[in-house]
């Protein structure tokens, strides 16, 4: 924590996140000419009082830059209405984890925030009570007014200097969860005029003087490399600047760091230069090009044929133990066995990649959509030859991101192409671009096994087969891990030249499918209930004897409890069916009922019924948001999203050849929170995994057929009621 | 180059472009306007959407020589102060998550309701059915549709 006041007037803030406090710094002279490098995240404090709060991570569409300012206001107490909001921008020296993803920026967020705000405001106080002559403690605040016990009031616009020259204190108190006024309470997204007015926000929308334009000719295969073209036609059209070929940095780059080598394409590409994005991307089309084939072209045939081979094989690697299932198996009364299937998924994000880049002799200026900032500077600084204190990297708001922008290939093109042309420069990915070139949610299959003996579940097998890498962190130690003695995680992976990565909710989301279809049959297969069947199993998870296990199963019981409660689980009229399911991952424990009612021969969901006990819940409009999102597009693409391959190449790559859900499918969401006082956890990822699941118990109910494949769509036949049902 | 007079949220403006561009990157790149969005380039996702002459086109797919005769809104000429009552409705219920895709959302509802302003739940999911939204937000569009319906009937 550091603070130093303005010579404009006002006080700056600055916090360290997961450090310790730093001693002051330097004030700046004048407010427009910050270095923000200088100050990272801070509470900027107005001789009239006006409150700036820089919200560290970058806006996915998760609510971050709403909802981590929000806790800062709510322990410096100031009325949030009074609070402008802005984003801060990448300072790897005082921040840790700016980043979106795994769900995590407000439960990393949550005490660093806190102890920010309080600790200003505590600096505010000393300093009226300085002036005031009496005790810091009899001076209270509400709403950025400071009062003592005489009744007088010091805005903290007033005492703002003051403060600034203040020590800053250790071990302020934090407040009661009792007495919040902003957490807890609905509060607008901080950008919603902007984005309902059409303000510039987005990558797409950055813009600086001079700032040219590039498209991206790029190999049309997974395993092509570049041989030769002619840019002829294409440099003689209007608006062109430059044709240029570039790939050589990046796989300097490589050569130095392999890691990531499955999130970019090591072959060159080449690049048109033009004064405006449509001229880049027509003058694209007419480049001719020949490529020839590096590595193999693969196929979802033969990705579908090798997974199997891999489940049926013996190259695993065991990611957890426990008891001796082979033994159990033995000795089994009943063993149900079943494998699910998923195919590669695109992320579509709706802004499709893009980046911005000025590389000069003084600096390199980087700026747009990008989950990993700190990740990319670096790797831009190895790749040019820079120091990193030379990369300047300004977040824009992200039009989606959904790991897609986790790898920011796409801000290694913008920097590689800038240091050829001496330019700023954008990279604009066309929809085709973006869906052919991506680094996708790769195919998985898994195979589920259960032994039962005298009525109990005494053996768990999953194996996993996927492309290019297997789940990862405590996701083997999820449930039903410590449920069932016998019990034991492998996975087995095959290396491909397709790129892969996360997607939303990495693995869970195919997962939490998988193995809650499996618990349903299973409990069919047994014949108990569904949802005294998940309660035993729960009452057996000991998380005190084993550190591994991190989900609570008393919070997943009590989401368990109030989704049967208020789904009316088992009390719907007959022409409702239902499936359910309950999951942990990122943190946070959910329950999601499905009501699925036949239309015209055809199962089709009508609600989701989703409880979530995600602690502390900061901002409920916002979190609603996110809880809704997350099941529509987990109920989206367990029934529509697939993208197959041929030849090494996407069969889809745009929206007419690849389904999204649409307004009309999508669900009625009713959610519920469960109302406790424990620390915050995400919310951008943990509702999506288990909706996929709840649609496919609901359709076993409604058709009687068990899916075991995803997309949904991908076998019609199943999707129909068998016609004695609808004539009966 | 030749030169194209438009009428853009009922100004005029004049734009040198080849006759084959896109009305999308005549307003986003030569009028500055970027809140219109470039989604698929073909008239699939909804994200470009603007009114031309009162219809909601998509103007990824829309040639600027093809779009002279009548006014073309943008989402910044929606309204003035922010106060139609489809970006109040958007508003109040915090309808988006990323956002990108809203602007079109919002002029299509804004179309919709310019020729139905009262639709039922299935005229405002056939209407809106050009509009991608990968966060999600369709249940949240639904209810804002709605909410703006009740405040044309104020």
Not at chain 1, 234 to 249: F, Q
Not at chain 1, 271 to 295: D, G, L, R
Not at chain 1, 360 to 378: D, R, S
Not at chain 2, 36 to 65: F, H
Request: aromatic share 8%; net charge negative.
């Amino acid at each position: 924590m550091r603070t130093s006041s303005l010579a404009g007037g006002g006080m700056l803030i600055g916090f360290n996140l997961f450090q310790a406090c730093k001693p002051k710094a330097a004030p700046p002279v004048d407010l427009s000419l910050l270095n923000y490098n200088d100050f990272n995240a801070f509470i900027k404090i107005a001789d009239n009082g006006t409150v700036t709060i820089f919200s560290p991570n970058p806006e996915i569409g998760q609510g971050v830059k709403t909802a981590m300012p929000m806790i800062i206001a709510e322990e410096l107490d100031v009325a949030w209405k009074d609070v402008y909001v802005e984003q801060g921008i990448l300072d790897t020296e005082n921040y840790t984890r700016q980043v979106a993803g795994g769900s995590q920026s407000i439960r990393h967020g949550w005490d660093a925030l806190r102890q920010t705000g309080a600790t200003a405001k505590q600096m505010l106080v000393n300093a009226a009570a300085a002036r005031w002559g009496v005790d810091a403690s009899e001076c209270t605040v509400s709403d950025g007014v400071i009062t003592n016990a005489a009744g007088e009031t010091l805005g903290f616009g007033d005492v703002v200097k003051e403060a600034a020259l203040l020590e800053v204190p250790e071990d302020v108190a934090l407040k009661e969860p009792k007495d919040y006024k902003i957490i807890g309470k609905d509060a607008g997204n901080v950008d919603i005029t902007k984005i309902a007015t059409g303000k510039p926000l987005f990558g797409l929308d950055y813009k600086v003087d001079g700032m040219v334009y590039a498209a991206v000719v790029r190999p049309p295969a997974f395993g092509h490399k570049l041989v030769s073209y002619d840019d002829t036609a294409a440099k003689a059209m209007p608006g062109v600047l430059d044709v240029i070929k570039i790939g050589e940095k990046v796989r300097g780059l490589l050569a130095e760091d392999p890691s990531f080598s499955s999130k970019i394409s090591a072959s060159d590409k080449v690049v048109v230069i033009a004064e405006s994005t449509w001229q880049a991307m027509k003058a694209k089309e007419a480049i001719k090009v020949e490529w020839e084939e590096e590595t193999t072209m693969e196929s979802t045939e033969e990705h579908d044929k090798i997974l199997t081979d891999l489940l049926d094989g013996t190259t695993f690697k065991t990611e957890r133990s426990d008891g001796d299932i082979k033994k159990a198996f033995a000795e089994a009364d009943e063993i149900l066995e079943r494998t699910y299937e998923s195919p590669f998924l695109p992320h579509n994000c709706m802004e499709p990649m893009n980046f911005f880049a000025n590389v000069t002799g003084e600096k390199v200026n980087l700026a747009g959509p990008i989950q990993t900032p700190a990740w990319k500077a670096g790797l831009v600084a190895k790749m040019l030859g820079r120091e990193e204190k030379d990369i300047h990297l300004e977040m824009t708001r992200m039009g989606g991101g959904f790991g897609r922008r986790l790898y920011g290939d796409f801000v290694l093109e913008a920097a590689e192409i800038s240091d050829a042309i001496k330019k700023p420069v954008k990279v604009v990915y066309s929809r085709e671009d973006d869906m052919e070139d991506g680094i996708y949610r790769m195919a998985i299959k898994y195979r589920i096994k259960a032994g039962v003996k005298d009525g109990k579940i005494t053996a768990y097998h999953l194996k996993e087969a996927a492309v290019n890498s297997n789940m990862y962190g405590l996701i083997p130690n999820f449930f039903p891990a410590g449920a069932i003695e016998n019990y034991q995680v492998d996975t087995a992976n095959y290396e491909s030249n397709i790129t892969t990565g996360a997607w939303r909710a990495p693995y869970t989301n195919f997962l939490a499918y998988a193995e809650q279809s499996f618990f349903d049959e299973l409990a069919e297969m047994m014949e108990l209930d569904k949802i005294q069947m998940r309660l035993d199993l729960l009452d057996k998870v000991k998380p005190e004897e084993d550190e591994r296990i991190q989900y609570s199963p008393e919070r997943m019981k009590e989401v368990i409890k109030v989704a049967v409660e208020k789904s009316g689980w088992g009390t719907k009229p007959k022409h409702i069916h239902q499936g359910f399911v309950n999951y942990y991952c990122h943190n946070t424990h959910v329950a999601e009922v499905a009501d699925v009612e036949i239309e015209n021969g055809e199962p089709v969901v009508k609600k989701i019924t989703c409880v979530v006990d995600c602690g502390i819940v900061i901002n409920p409009m916002g979190a609603l948001n996110q809880i809704e999102g997350g099941v529509i597009d987990g109920v989206g693409h367990s029934m529509y999203g697939e993208l197959q391959f041929e030849n090494g190449r996407p069969t889809a790559n745009n929206f007419d050849n690849y389904r999204m859900i649409r307004m009309k499918e999508a669900p009625e969401v009713e959610t519920h929170f469960i109302q406790n006082e424990l620390s915050p956890t995400g919310l951008g990822e943990p509702t999506l995994p288990p909706a996929g699941g709840a649609v496919a118990n609901a359709f076993k109910a409604a058709t009687g057929n068990r899916l075991y494949k995803q997309p949904f769509t991908k076998t019609p036949e199943l999707l129909k009621v068998p016609a004695k049902e609808i004539i009966g | 180059m030749p030169s194209y007079t438009l009428t853009v949220n009922s100004v005029k403006k004049t734009v040198s472009v080849d006759a084959d561009t896109p009305l999308l990157w005549v307003l986003r790149d030569e009028l500055g306007l970027t809140g219109t969005k470039y989604g698929c380039g073909k008239g699939l996702c909804g994200a470009c959407t603007v009114q031309y002459k009162g219809n909601a086109v998509r103007s990824c797919t829309l040639t600027v020589d093809s779009v002279l005769e009548g006014n073309i809104t943008t989402i910044e000429g929606l309204s003035e102060g922010q106060n139609h009552p489809v970006q109040q409705a958007w508003m109040e219920l915090d309808v988006p998550q990323c956002g990108y895709c809203q602007s079109g959302q919002i002029i299509s509802a804004a179309t919709l309701l310019s020729k139905n302003p009262n639709p039922t739940e299935e005229e405002i999911n056939a209407g809106m059915a050009g509009n991608i939204c990968r966060c999600g937000t369709y249940t949240r569009i639904r209810e804002a549709v709605q909410l703006a319906a009740s405040k044309l009937d104020e």
